[in-house]
């Protein structure tokens, strides 16, 4: 498997012949399967250019639904473990999607509206006009404990604040917009910046991202501007044509670049494990936190939990047990008391000096 390749194919074809356990990330772009029987008309007589294409023909529901089960499969064999995929996808599909993606193994964990901020209007005036898309972003199974999620990175599209699962983005237009002799090179291209989000939240410079159904190649030129490499598989002869002219004009990022990439990526901190703070000497089983908010106190134990009035578990459970609420994050509820001072001191202010000692196993 050569990285940054087009390789023009069938994806249930290709995906076997890929190794196990290959890429970090998938972004898949499946046919919607739209059901389009009529042609479109604008109310000035003028002629919708709606998809029509060959590739978005099914039979039935059954037909899509065996398709769908069959390169979602594929798709998870080729995932790392420590992997997400990403398929996107409107009303007329994303549910018959979702249900597959969870019946395979797959575990949700976010969806996103993309919310179209230019969208066609519906010309009829019957229904709704469809102003957005939705994305599943899943991990490769439940128990799957590491996956990659910027979180700091994503603050930038957001003004500084803790990223949304909706995204206002316009749709594909423009100069953006690639055309072959006056026509749509490709009916469903994607805009560059919702590919730009999905690649930053989910990958690392370096990482593989494999797009199965690469089209016009919008995964391809993101990734290669963001220092990703990237794989894609096209069945379309004129689409893999269009996808290799466009990503050859893509200059490769310059190394200040990559730089200040891996630097936002490595703004998202570790996790630190309670029980570390033990192995580290900066808090000794017997120790006694107190809740900031109630004054209640609770002891340390050796295995890292906290035992209160009865109550043992983590250092959240017994939180949100002494606060009587559903929820609470220990890390900022407890309170230690400094040697050095007498004052007391938030737990998590050792976390933080526990994040500079080599070791670490978050």
């Given at each position: ?49 709606a998809v029509d294409d060959d590739w978005d023909q099914f039979e039935s529901f059954a037909q899509y ?129 919702l590919l730009e989000r999905v690649i930053i939240a989910s990958t690392r410079v370096g990482d593989l ?154």
């Open positions: 498997m050569r990285p940054d390749t087009v390789i023009h194919g069938d994806c249930l074809e290709v995906l076997p012949s890929l190794p196990e356990k290959s890429v970090d990330a998938i972004f898949a772009d499946p046919p919607y399967n739209l059901q389009l029987s009529k042609e479109l008309w604008r109310p000035n007589l003028t002629k919708v250019d639904d065996r398709f769908t089960e069959a390169w979602l499969s594929a798709c998870r064999r080729v995932l790392k473990d420590t992997g997400t995929i990403w398929v996107i996808g409107s009303y007329h599909n994303i549910y018959r999607v979702g249900k597959i993606l969870m019946d395979l193994g797959y575990w949700m964990l976010n969806d996103i509206i993309w919310v179209k901020t230019n969208p066609m209007p519906n010309f009829r005036g019957v229904r709704f006009t469809n102003a957005h898309e939705i994305l599943l972003w899943a991990k490769k199974s439940e128990k799957q404990k590491r996956y990659t999620f910027n979180h700091q990175a994503m603050k930038e599209f957001h003004e500084g604040k803790q990223a949304r699962s909706d995204w206002r983005i316009p749709i594909c237009s423009g100069r953006e917009r690639l055309r072959v002799e006056g026509k749509k090179a490709h009916s469903t291209q994607k805009p560059e910046a991202i494999l797009d199965p159904f690469f089209g016009s190649g919008t995964t391809g030129a993101v990734a290669k501007r963001l220092g990703r490499r990237w794989l894609g598989i096209e069945l379309d002869e004129d689409y893999v044509r269009v996808a290799r002219e466009r990503i050859a004009r893509v200059p490769a990022p310059l190394p200040e670049l990559l730089e200040e990439l891996r630097a936002r990526e490595k703004t998202s901190k570790p996790r630190v494990p309670f029980r570390r703070l033990l192995e580290l000497g900066l808090l000794r089983p017997g120790d006694i936190l107190i809740e900031k908010r109630t004054g209640a106190e609770a002891t340390v134990q050796k295995d890292g939990t906290l035992s209160a009035d009865g109550i043992s578990g983590s250092i959240h459970k017994v939180a949100a047990r002494v606060n009587e609420a559903p929820a609470a994050n220990g890390w900022t509820s407890w309170q230690y008391r400094d040697s050095a001072s007498g004052g007391l001191e938030l737990i998590d202010g050792l976390r933080e000096r526990a994040r500079g000692v080599a070791g670490n196993d978050g």
